[in-house]
């Protein structure tokens, strides 16, 4: 397996291969056809807001950008539409906004532009799922003058850069005019104009010859854009993404199995590059709001965690690590050295049960949903696993693996009071981009507010008000304070048996021979990062 890919700065380093793309003059068309990209999923749409989320929008970032992003190489903070920026205060930044740049519906990006995008993408109001990686206070933005925008959260917020590397940048017109475009037609600034989203097959997009990168000192990426066109065609199946790089029909296929892997390693035509990722695999426990009573027993709560095998399931899904107790990787800030993967003790399992039963819980009448996604990889003989290891412990499940359209609703707040008494363990693939604990306690176990169903913790599966208090003083802190509190906070909800970490991922894609693909933690595909060596 080569490897071409790199770890934010604020996880652990790795080694990289990556080719300076400073300094690029260069005016010239592209050399190559399209670039075909088989991804494990259809987006869920293509609206700015999407940018965050590369895998449930693969490929965005080639059309819309953003102020800023994290190099995959160094995991600094790197310019894209942002020339500069400063941190005013515990609350605010102030950006240099690039100048000459246009939309590619021909308009102008002005600060007032930005501006405008940015305050529709996080308007509460719109409560679009980005509100998952909102921080403690809502995020507004002002042009100040011509090429200055101010961005301020109404609380101190410590991670507000990172949250401006998320949102993409789209133009004014469109909100103005033709909103509801917005959501499937994007127009950003990118290297890649958007041509076409053929539903249930694929989207498209063609280099856009204006791209300001063409000839700015410091453009990001590793070369210019060698591909007149990339298409991204939608395969849930594994067996059919790789099928695609092993023909010759897609230049790159996301997350092969292990197997698959390992099998390039002997393969002519293709490579496998692998790489460390901020992804992890869970089983959130449902025990919020209209959750089954029984599920708040903390005997009934670890008698379901002392009967999972994580490091079977880490065997099953393969490029993969046992986590150490905690959704992160060492490195995050909050880690704690202190936690250990939690036991796996099928007989203690029983003994809880078997307590709480003498107290006059129903265990016998539990039976537990063990929920997947079907774009998730590899879900479904996990699911099957994870059925059989209850089972094996007493206690009984109903297994499912589901459609985006089924699942989704379920896990937010807007679908529990549709299932009161619901006894269920979403099993799921999450990010946590930030490299910071507080992101991830926010949208997993900050109480939910059933009747405002908008903001980061709308999936939680908790609601403690400790918590809560402790949580939103500790996203308020800087630095070493808000280590220790962060620290503090994740052996409280650990203790607790709410959500089980199954695994830290690697990632992996085939790459058609000839192709150097550089990514970061986060494995975004951006064609100025695919670099051709033939």
């Given at each position: ?11 652990a ?70 020339t ?14 690039r ?66 590397s ?20 994007p ?30 000192e ?94 079977g399931?880490?065997d ?12 992160g990787?060492k ?72 459609t985006?359209?089924e ?27 930030s ?7 926010l949208?997993?176990?900050a ?12 999936s ?9 208090a ?56 951006q064609?100025?990062?695919v670099?051709?060596?033939?």
């Amino acid at each position: 397996m080569r490897h071409f890919s790199a770890v934010s700065g604020l996880l652990a380093a790795a080694a990289l291969c990556a080719v300076a793309f400073a300094g690029v003059q260069a005016t010239a068309e592209p050399t190559r056809g399209t670039m075909v990209v088989a991804v494990n999923q259809e987006p869920q749409d293509l609206a700015a807001q999407g940018t965050y989320k590369e895998i449930n929008a693969p490929g965005l970032r080639n059309v819309i950008e953003t102020l800023i992003a994290v190099d995959p190489v160094s995991g600094d903070f790197v310019p894209v539409l942002a020339t500069a920026w400063e941190r005013v205060d515990g609350s605010t930044l102030r950006f240099t906004i690039r100048e000459g740049v246009k939309f590619h519906d021909g308009t102008d990006m002005t600060s007032e532009a930005v501006a405008e995008s940015i305050n529709w993408v996080w308007s509460t109001e719109n409560a679009f799922t980005i509100q998952e990686y909102a921080g403690p206070g809502a995020i507004t933005a002002a042009a100040m003058d011509d090429s200055t925008v101010e961005v301020r959260s109404s609380e101190p917020d410590p991670l507000l850069e990172f949250r401006m590397s998320l949102n993409g940048i789209s133009s004014p017109a469109q909100l103005a005019e033709n909103p509801e475009r917005h959501f499937d037609t994007p127009i950003g600034t990118g290297p890649y104009s958007f041509v076409e989203w053929k539903q249930g097959q694929y989207w498209s997009a063609s280099f856009n010859p204006d791209w300001w990168g063409m000839s700015a000192e410091e453009a990001y990426g590793t070369s210019k854009p060698a591909f007149s066109d990339l298409q991204f065609v939608f395969r849930s199946e594994d067996a059919a993404r790789v099928a695609m790089v092993q023909s010759g029909e897609a230049q790159i296929a996301m997350f092969p199995s292990a197997d698959e892997c390992g099998r390039a390693a002997d393969a002519d035509g293709y490579n496998c590059v692998t790489g460390p990722s901020t992804t992890y695999l869970y089983g959130r426990l449902d025990h919020s709001l209209h959750a089954d009573e029984r599920l708040a027993d903390p005997r009934v709560r670890e008698a379901i965690f002392s009967a999972i095998d994580i490091a079977g399931i880490v065997d099953l899904y393969g490029m993969a690590s046992v986590p150490r107790g905690q959704l992160g990787p060492k490195g995050t800030i909050g880690f704690n050295d202190a936690l250990a993967p939690y036991s796996y003790d099928p007989a203690h399992a029983m003994e809880l049960l078997e307590s709480a039963k003498a107290d006059g819980i129903d265990v016998e009448g539990l039976q537990i949903e063990i929920v997947g996604r079907d774009t998730t990889p590899r879900i479904k003989p996990i699911v099957e696993a994870l059925g059989a290891m209850l089972d094996m412990a007493g206690i009984s499940t109903d297994l499912k693996v589901q459609t985006p359209a089924e699942f989704n609703p379920r896990v937010r707040i807007t679908g529990y009071s549709n299932e009161p008494g619901r006894q269920m363990m979403q099993v799921h693939v999450k990010q946590n981009p930030s490299g910071d604990y507080g992101l991830l306690l926010l949208s997993n176990y900050a109480c939910p507010n059933i009747d405002d169903p908008t903001g980061p913790s709308r999936s939680s599966v908790y609601c403690d008000e400790e918590f809560d208090a402790k949580l939103f003083e500790a996203l308020a802190s800087f630095g070493d304070e808000r280590g220790e509190r962060m620290k503090e906070l994740v052996q409280y909800v650990h203790d607790r048996h709410l959500i089980v970490p199954l695994a830290l991922l690697d990632r992996g894609h085939l790459v058609e021979a000839g192709l150097e693909f550089t990514f970061g933690t986060d494995h975004r595909i951006q064609a100025v990062y695919v670099r051709p060596t033939e």
